[in-house]
């Protein structure tokens, strides 16, 4: 099993910043997997936001969030972190870290392809 636990989340006014990580932790967990967040806000599905191969040299953005927001992973730690810069309200979401061992380059963006699940963390941009 692999648990991960995000934190860092909180209230930030727009064009604030927030870093959120994402601690991974138990036996099945391999600094191979590939780390991604996403987000959901009330009333919409879950959506892809950053992803993060093992190395760290691969990385994916979601259009809405590329230049704000970068990804980046402690393998040493077992930690990924999501920076996130220029908040937006639209931004307003609680925040998921997911982990795969396999997840492929085609399909990163379905939240069903990613086996583990943290249990988020509230990021909340106001006007």
């Known amino acids: 099993q692999v648990q991960l636990v995000e934190s860092g989340g909180g209230l930030v006014q727009a064009g604030g910043s927030l870093r959120l990580s994402c601690a991974a932790s138990?036996?099945?967990?391999?600094?191979?997997?590939?780390m991604g967040w996403f987000r959901q806000a009330p009333g919409k599905e879950r959506e892809f936001v950053a992803g993060?191969?093992?190395?760290?040299?691969?990385?994916r953005y979601a259009d809405s969030v590329k230049g704000r927001f970068t990804v980046s992973r402690e393998n040493v730690k077992r930690t990924a972190y999501l920076q996130m810069n220029s908040l937006k309200p639209e931004d307003t979401a609680v925040y998921y870290c997911a982990v795969d061992p396999s997840v492929s380059s085609s399909d990163y963006e379905l939240p069903r392809m990613w086996h583990y699940w943290g249990q988020g963390t509230q990021v909340t941009v106001s006007s």
């Open positions: 138990g036996r099945s967990f391999n600094t191979f997997y590939t």
């Open positions: 993060i191969w093992w190395a760290g040299t691969s990385t």
